[in-house]
């Protein structure tokens, strides 16, 4: 009973910034677990080397080329793949920039945009844009990547930009599951900590960042990729079919300091 809640058996899940890192992994979770996921990213080689390295597992994914800050292509999509495949049970709002070290006074009009308009509009047009399929149908799962930036401070890196576009994404994301959740559909987030991946690879050659970092984190470590895919799962699943609203902190205990 308990394991078959996790299974996703014919769900259809589409991924933002599905190519790599944590959105790969997510997309590797879900497809594991018997949904037929799609790839949706800005950058088609790198969706597409995503794609082979999964088909090389014995996953067959779909790619298609959507940027999240275009509303318009945003809406297409959402219609394409309802079109194909009838319907979509689980979206991962995963795309998203950081553009850290600028201390806030510096920081130009173009920078703050950007960020915001990837992190926090580009989530909400997704959830716009499938969220009405799914309340058409009366169920669905969706699961936004938030940070524990939308609860702290982070140092020593400035990035107030990017703090506050995360703190968005968690108020949205309990606004859509107040809004909808008497609709069928579960509206949840995920607020993880650092995590190993080539781009904060850096940190290890910084002192101060890693003692910050790392030192600041009472499991003494990043987090990893599958980690958050694993979080994931369980929220896009039945198993966590009680939960909307929620923000899980998988941080390895950082908040808790």
């Known amino acids: 009973m308990y394991l078959e809640k996790l299974r996703l058996d014919g769900k259809v899940a589409l991924v933002t910034g599905g190519a790599q890192s944590i959105g790969l992994a997510t997309v590797e979770a879900l497809a594991e677990a018997g949904a037929k996921v799609i790839i949706a990213d800005r950058d088609e080689t790198v969706a597409k080397a995503g794609q082979a390295s999964l088909k090389a597992k014995g ?18 999509v959402a219609d394409d793949v309802v079109a194909k ?3 979509i049970d689980i979206l991962v709002n995963n795309a998203g920039i950081a553009r850290s070290m600028t201390p806030a ?3 130009t009009d173009e920078h703050w945009l950007n960020v915001i308009d990837v992190n926090l ?5 997704c959830c716009r844009a499938f969220g009405n399929y799914m309340l058409k149908a009366g169920s669905g799962s969706i699961v936004n990547i938030g940070s524990m930036s939308g609860f702290i401070v982070n140092k020593p890196q400035e990035q107030a930009f990017y703090n506050a576009s995360k703190a968005g994404v968690h108020h949205l994301t309990k606004s859509l599951a107040a809004e909808w959740g008497s609709r069928g559909v579960r509206v949840n987030a995920v607020a993880p900590t650092y995590i190993n991946t080539p ?6 050659d910084d002192p101060k960042m890693w003692d910050a970092w790392v030192g600041g984190t009472p499991m003494g470590r990043m987090g990893e990729t599958d980690e958050i895919a694993s979080v994931v799962h369980f929220l896009a699943s039945d198993a966590a079919s009680l939960m909307t ?6 941080d390895g205990g950082y908040t808790c300091w």
């Open 245 to 250: 609203g929620s923000i899980v902190s998988a």
């Open 85 to 87: 495949h009838g319907k």
């Open 199 to 204: 781009l904060t690879a850096f940190v290890k």
């Open 59 to 76: 996953y067959d994914v779909d790619v298609v080329v959507m940027d999240v800050t275009d509303s318009a292509r945003v809406n297409q």
């Open 121 to 125: 509009n580009g989530t909400f047009w």
């Open 105 to 107: 006074e510096t920081v």
